[in-house]
């Protein structure tokens, strides 16, 4: 090819001019091909370019959509982790609150026996101390009476319930009470279960309607006529607590 021009040789037999000609050459024949121009290569590495350039954010997105489903895969991890993190301090916490509860209510308990006992270490030393005179031979009276039988009605000397008991303890002393319990817990005067004396009478019930009576004799201890099955015993307070109890001596 020669400035845009194409020459070929074509073989064949040869169309000789004239009979005389039959040993002359090949006819040669010349074909136009079309030049490239200069704006269709242009386009055509125009197109290369954009295909490339395609092929690049193609990949880039491919990149960043895979970033992006990590990310969120690493984000959902994080967020249980943070709310297991969170609920176990959660119950921690609250396992701990109760503990602390019941710590408290343990030592609330320990705190009011110990005051109960001290309180009964109270009564006991006042009561010993003070258990003399009429007081002393009111008890004298009502120990020798325990272990008899409780009897409904009776008033001695074999057997008593509860009025009967603490009627005969206080005839020893000079003092006449009313026969029952409701009588007897309005005679003489009112005082504090915390202030008690031995001879102190003790009731329960409501005052002017109890029930049962008994006496106090020190020591934190109380005499009564409690019912047939026991008879007249000796008890400590919290044994059965009276609801209140007058001074009589």
């Known amino acids: 090819m020669t400035g845009g021009?194409?020459?070929l040789a074509v073989a064949g037999a040869a169309v000789p001019a004239s009979a005389t000609e039959?040993?002359?050459?090949p006819a040669e024949s010349t074909l136009e091909m079309p030049t490239v121009s200069a704006t269709l290569a242009s386009t055509a590495a125009q197109t290369a370019d954009a295909t490339q350039q395609a092929a690049s954010d193609y990949e880039l997105q491919a990149?960043?959509?895979?970033?992006?489903?990590?990310?969120?895969t690493a984000a959902k991890k994080a967020k249980a982790e943070a709310d297991r993190k969170a609920k176990e301090a959660q119950e921690a916490r609250e396992a701990a609150r109760k503990a602390a509860a019941k710590r408290a209510a343990e030592a609330k308990a320990q705190a009011a026996k110990a005051s109960r006992s001290a309180e009964r270490t109270t009564l006991s030393t006042a009561g010993v101390s003070n258990a003399t005179g009429n007081a002393?031979?009111?008890i004298s009276f009502l120990k020798a009476q325990l272990g008899k039988a409780y009897v409904l009605g009776s008033s001695g000397p074999s057997s008593y319930d509860c009025s009967g008991l603490t009627q005969a303890a206080f005839k020893q002393i000079g003092v006449s009470l009313p026969r029952v319990s409701q009588d007897q817990s309005t005679t003489g005067t009112p005082v504090s279960l915390d202030s008690l004396q031995p001879g102190d009478l003790l009731y329960w019930g409501s005052a002017g309607s109890a029930y049962h009576v008994g006496v106090y004799v020190g020591g934190g201890k109380f005499i009564g006529a409690q019912n047939p099955s026991t008879g007249i015993v000796e008890r400590p307070l919290d044994y059965d607590m009276p609801t209140g109890a007058v001074r009589v001596l």
Do not use: E, I, P, R
Not at 22 to 25: D, L, P, T, V
């Open 5 to 7: 021009f194409l020459t």
């Open 22 to 25: 039959s040993n002359a050459a």
């Open 63 to 72: 990149q960043q959509d895979q970033a992006a489903a990590h990310a969120k």
């Open 136 to 138: 002393a031979t009111l």
